[in-house]
């Protein structure tokens, strides 16, 4: 059996958490391929509602083995509470495995983000301070801490003093902030180590074996393609890779062995943090999207900004990412518009734009074009089936589907595993 890749097709937040935790009891493997504890998936079981952050969304599932693979990076303090947090209430967390490659974030890491944050003032990213940018930077400069390092201490100690040399100067004489002591960081990551330690795999080895014994690997991106380093709306991104191809370097598996690439759509647009959006609403629209939408970051706790579908968006995300197929999720959100507008092209500089424009400042300038469709007010959250739906709302589905160019294979018309129409079957 094949591997599926379940990726963001926006700015995230699009409903990932529950897209996976609803194919988390048909698959055998979830697994986070990049990011870290910046994404904040929320997945609502019957009365109970999980919040997570750094875990696969399938630990929900007791069949499914979650894993870490090597392109995430890790802040062991926010996984141990995040695993005691699942385990006080029941959720059996022993299987989870994580990539012995994977980077670590330090307590200097989430510093840096703090602070430079901070330093860049009105153009600041607007990160979740989680250290994600630093740690990644560290990754790439060669001076990072992987989770096998726990398990050297001398090994250990030369890389920690290796990297906060230069950390050290820039905190104390750019940022006028206390040295970090390398004793003091190395005592507190020697203190996960045991409690790591049964987690620790080479998980890359445990997929590849998987795959080949037929068993079903699903790969759960964090974040979206719109906030990918290479493909989003740099500098306004993430630092890693959620689009697709992030599956393969993230989790050390080929392109080969990937048949099916799940885009995570939602029926409207929503983006936390700075960075252009071109149809971002600053009306009674917007703040009822968000009002309805529940649109507050499960991380950061910020608003999200809100906005229409955009069709330009949603073709990028065909594109770059090779998707078979589309979720489409929060229909329900946009039930008692009498009309609903959906961006099917920018204007920029007066011209027509029918795909995103490679440059970023045409980008920062796009003023949507809009279509109007019917909305429908009758409500849609007992919906089974695509028949159930009123045909407005059917309309628009298949309005999205023709404009973004894969089929919607699912619809989400509420945040419980079962308030979900299957069109087409995605196993
Ligand atoms: P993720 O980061 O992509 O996993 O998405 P988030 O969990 O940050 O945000 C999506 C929010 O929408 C969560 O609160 C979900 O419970 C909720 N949600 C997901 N699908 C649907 C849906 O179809 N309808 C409604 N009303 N809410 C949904
Ligand atoms: P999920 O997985 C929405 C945004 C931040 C910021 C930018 C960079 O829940 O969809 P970072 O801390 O990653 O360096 O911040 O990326 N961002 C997200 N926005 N959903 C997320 O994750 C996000 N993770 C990061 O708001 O603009
Ligand atoms: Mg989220």
């Not at 608003?303 to 579908?309: A, I, P, V």
């Not at 998707?323 to 008692?336: P, Q």
């Not at 909305?375 to 007992?382: A, L, M, P, R």
Request: glycine share 12%.
């Amino acid at each position: 059996m094949p591997a599926l890749v379940l990726l963001g097709a926006q700015w995230g937040d699009e409903g990932k958490g529950k897209a996976t935790d609803l194919l988390g009891g048909s698959v055998d493997y979830v697994v986070r391929y990049q990011g870290g504890n910046n994404a904040g998936h929320t997945v609502v079981v019957g009365d109970q509602k999980y919040a997570l952050h750094l875990l696969p969304s399938g630990i929900l599932s007791p069949g499914c083995t979650p894993v870490i693979g090597n392109g995430v990076v890790v802040d062991p303090s926010v996984l141990f509470s995040e695993l005691s947090g699942l385990n006080e209430r029941g959720v059996d967390t022993s299987k989870l495995l994580i990539s012995s490659n994977a980077h670590i974030i330090t307590p200097y890491n989430v510093t840096v983000d703090k602070v430079t944050e901070r330093f860049l003032g009105k153009r600041k990213i607007g990160t979740t301070g989680r250290g994600i940018g630093p740690t990644y930077a560290d990754k790439i400069n060669r001076v990072g801490i992987r989770v096998q390092d726990l398990y050297d201490e001398s090994i250990l100690t030369q890389k920690v003093e290796a990297a906060l040399d230069v950390k050290n100067q820039m905190l104390t004489k750019l940022y006028n902030r206390r040295a970090i002591a390398t004793g003091q960081v190395v005592e507190e990551l020697m203190g996960y180590a045991d409690k790591l330690a049964p987690y620790v795999a080479d998980t890359v080895l445990v997929l590849n074996q998987a795959l080949d014994d037929d068993k079903v690997v699903l790969f759960e991106g964090g974040q979206g393609t719109l906030l990918d380093i290479d493909h989003g709306t740099y500098p306004f991104v993430t630092s890693s890779n959620p689009t697709a191809g992030g599956a393969c370097t993230g989790a050390g598996v080929g392109p080969t062995k990937i048949s099916r690439v799940i885009g995570i759509l939602k029926a409207y647009t929503t983006r936390v943090g700075a960075g252009p959006f071109p149809t971002e609403l600053f009306d009674e629209d917007g703040e009822a999207l968000r009002r309805i939408g529940g649109e507050r970051g499960v991380t950061t706790g910020r608003d999200r900004r809100c906005g229409w579908f955009d069709a330009v968006i949603a073709r990028y995300a065909t594109r770059v990412n090779g998707l078979t197929d589309f979720f489409l999720t929060k229909l329900d959100v946009l039930t008692g518009w009498e009309e609903i507008p959906v961006c099917v092209a920018y204007e920029i500089d007066g011209r027509r734009v029918e795909e995103l424009p490679y440059s970023q400042s045409d980008f920062h300038h796009a003023k949507p074009v809009y279509e109007t469709l019917p909305g429908w007010s009758e409500d849609i959250t007992k919906a089974k089936s695509f028949s159930d739906l009123p045909k407005n709302a059917q309309a628009y589905v298949r309005a999205l589907e023709e404009m973004s160019g894969a089929p919607i294979s699912a619809i989400g018309v509420g945040p419980g595993r079962d308030e979900t129409i299957e069109i087409n079957s995605f196993l």
